[in-house]
């Protein structure tokens, strides 16, 4: 399993997780509302976690109720 982006990076969008990826799987696009993880290429290093200033980015087994939706969202932007 990858980790996963959700609710609290819409709109703030700031890119810090981009800059510590290694394996720079982390996009997204003018239209997007916020970063995606690509499922397929996130190794779980878990960089990127810690440096999100609004805790949107959790491990695929923990990620909160409430955000369900986005685990598949964050596939989706990828296929
Ligand atoms: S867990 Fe590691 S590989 Fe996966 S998105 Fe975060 S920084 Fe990138
Ligand atoms: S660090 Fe957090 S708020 Fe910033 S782009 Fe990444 S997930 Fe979104």
């Known amino acids: 399993m990858a980790f996963v982006i959700t609710e609290p990076c819409i709109g703030v969008k700031d890119a810090s997780c ?3 990826c290694p394996v ?3 996009k997204s696009s003018p239209e997007a509302e916020q970063y995606f ?3 397929g290429t996130c190794t779980n290093c878990n960089y990127c976690e810690p440096v999100c200033p609004v805790t949107a980015i959790f491990d695929a087994f923990n990620v909160p ?3 369900d939706a986005y ?3 964050n596939k ?3 296929s």
Do not use: G, S, T
Request: glycine content about 0%; hydrophobic content about 50%; proline content about 6%.
């Open 37 to 39: 993880i690509d499922p």
């Open 65 to 67: 109720a409430q955000y």
């Open 71 to 73: 685990i598949l969202k």
């Open 24 to 26: 720079n799987c982390i």
């Open 76 to 78: 989706q932007f990828f």
């Open 18 to 20: 981009v800059d510590v």
